[in-house]
């Protein structure tokens, strides 16, 4: 049994938050791989279901992001579950909008719902770096993490979405690449072949050739 956990603040008031995408991304595991209906337990929304051959239970803390590691220890502990069966799915300044990085164990960076998650069970858990970009300066982060997304960011975190669900079999089977490799196929899909060139224009006709016969050649070629 494995325990993904989404990061994000609860309510409808954040819900679209860039500090969400945590939350967002297990919601899209969750409709896309038919798991059961969320329901509360350890502080939490939670849903179970299958990746692959793998059980998952989904989990999203209720407890605001900077207490997120109270309900990853609660369900870890339920489940007799380690660190390493542990993945997070949370925001990331350091990368570009849309990108993704999958990483185990390191630092929190000063991310408050992995420092508080670093608190209860230790930094041995997997995580996965879902960018959205850096506002440029430090004091500009809180107020960029808690505002919504922009519209201009509907396509690209569909796609990310997507390829999210898309792979998450592969993740919930430890192969990283086959994920990683499934979100890049729908967040920059394969170019189509290179288009033929255009057909070249058919020649204009030509102009006739002007006529060289002299009056008599012309009237003799008239009675042939």
Known sequence: ??????????????????????FMAVDRIAG?????????????????????GEKV???KPQTYM??????????????????????????E???APGKLRVKRGGGHA????????????????????????????????SAYVLHDFAKADEDW???LLRGIADGAPHLAEGDENRFQNAVAQRVAPARNERKA??????????PPEPDSRSPLQKLIDRFK
């Open 1 to 22: 049994m494995q325990l993904f956990v989404g990061l994000g603040n609860p309510g409808q008031k954040y819900a679209r938050n860039r500090h969400n995408i945590g």
């Open 32 to 52: 896309a791989h038919g798991f059961g209906p969320w329901r509360a337990k350890f502080q939490a929304e939670l849903a179970e279901g299958r990746l692959g």
């Open 57 to 59: 239970v989904l989990l």
């Open 66 to 91: 900077n207490l997120s590691g109270q309900s990853v220890g609660e369900a870890m502990r339920f489940y007799k579950l380690g660190p390493g069966d542990v993945t997070v799915f949370h925001d």
């Open 93 to 95: 300044l350091d990368l």
């Open 110 to 141: 000063g991310h408050n719902g992995l420092r508080s998650i670093h608190q209860h069970i230790g930094a041995d858990y997997r995580r996965v770096r879902l960018g959205i970009g850096h506002p440029g300066r430090k004091e500009l982060v």
């Open 157 to 159: 975190l569909d796609d």
């Open 197 to 206: 060139p255009p057909k070249a224009a058919e020649s204009a006709p030509q």
